[in-house]
């Protein structure tokens, strides 16, 4: 009995220890091809964009940071809109004066790809400012969208930005008109109603954030009458928007008026407004003027008609009864009637002249 169970521990302890082998040998393979697996994972996803992109909006990278005059640096762009015109500029004190910052001359202008991505080499020029310097991408057709990313252009002079002396914003309009058009009701004498969309620029240093215009009417001579409208949204430094905000006149108004935009104490664009004559309102009192006298006529003899005394009948004429026995009209003598002969106490007629004897 002994003997058997000297025998059997060996070989239990070695069933152990292979079961232990055969476990850790697994786990390496299992390790070595999640290496494998994630290795190829990371040759075939590509790398992440810039962080701006995830949010769906328009991001631009530079090969290098710094360049001088001369050289050339590779400007790349994710998330714009599928086969975009833009164009690339080089601009100083962070584009804060708008295009006036960059230098325009060696710009380049592109295509972007079906995805929505791009890359190009920009020459580095100097800007007519001097930096912080970026590289600004933007959109020529469509909607509007820009990007910018810090560039610095060795040797150039850097300056501190220019402090604003009223808040850090600085608006500016690049383009403006009114749109809509007159209704059947404007005819007949509604108030006009139109929008004024205008594209806004901020040439300022710091973000205007829900600015309140003041939009104004004026007629003629007359100083225009204002009314605070605030729009919704913000507006970064460098960028635009288009902003629009309703426009409405008294009712019945016509003639040329002026529309007016004016942010703090600044006007910043008039655009002109010929609003047509309400000939409905005329036609009215046309019709006005023809049917209420004719009604006010049509009633004053009806009034009359019923307050007037009636005449109270006359005695019937007696006819005349005529020699041969029928009736005379009452307008006719019995020797004036139509078809009566005449007879003539003086003279004998033709007529009742006998003839002679002896005559045949």
Known sequence: MAVPQTQTEPDGRHGVRSERVNAG???RRYAGLLAALLT????????????????GR??????????????????????????????LLICGQNMIGGTNSCAN??????????????????????????CPCVVHVATVTGEAAA??????????????????????????????????????LTWFGAPPQRRLVVTVGNLGSTAARDPVFQVGTSHGVFAPGWEEQQWRGTIEPGKKA??????????????????????????????PW???????????????CVVVPAAVFRIGMAVVDKVRPRTPPTAPIPLVTTARGGTALPWFTPDTLPGA????????SEENRPNPKGTT
């Open 147 to 184: 990007a910018d990313v810090a560039f610095k252009v060795a040797g150039h002079p850097v300056e501190p930005l220019p402090e604003q002396r009223t808040g850090g914003e600085r608006l500016s309009v690049l383009s403006a008109r009114l749109d809509g058009s007159s209704g059947l």
């Open 40 to 55: 190829a994972l990371a040759l075939v996803v590509p790398p992440p964009g810039p962080a701006a992109a995830a949010d």
């Open 274 to 288: 010929g609003v047509g004559r309400p000939w409905g309102v005329t036609l009215f009192w046309i019709l006005l």
């Open 58 to 87: 328009p991001a631009v990278t530079v090969s290098r940071e710094q360049a001088g005059t001369g050289g050339t640096v590779t400007v790349s762009g994710t998330g714009w809109r599928p086969r975009a015109l833009l164009t």
């Open 242 to 271: 288009q902003v629009k905000l309703p426009v409405e006149l008294s009712a019945a108004a016509h003639g040329d008026y002026q529309v007016s935009l004016k942010y703090g104490r600044k006007v910043l664009v008039e655009q």
């Open 341 to 348: 002969p005449t007879h003539h106490l003086s003279a004998p």
């Open 25 to 27: 040998t697994h786990h």
């Open 105 to 130: 001359a060696e710009g380049r202008a592109l295509t972007t790809g079906a995805d929505g991505t791009f890359h190009r080499k920009l020459p580095v020029a100097e800007p007519p400012k001097p």
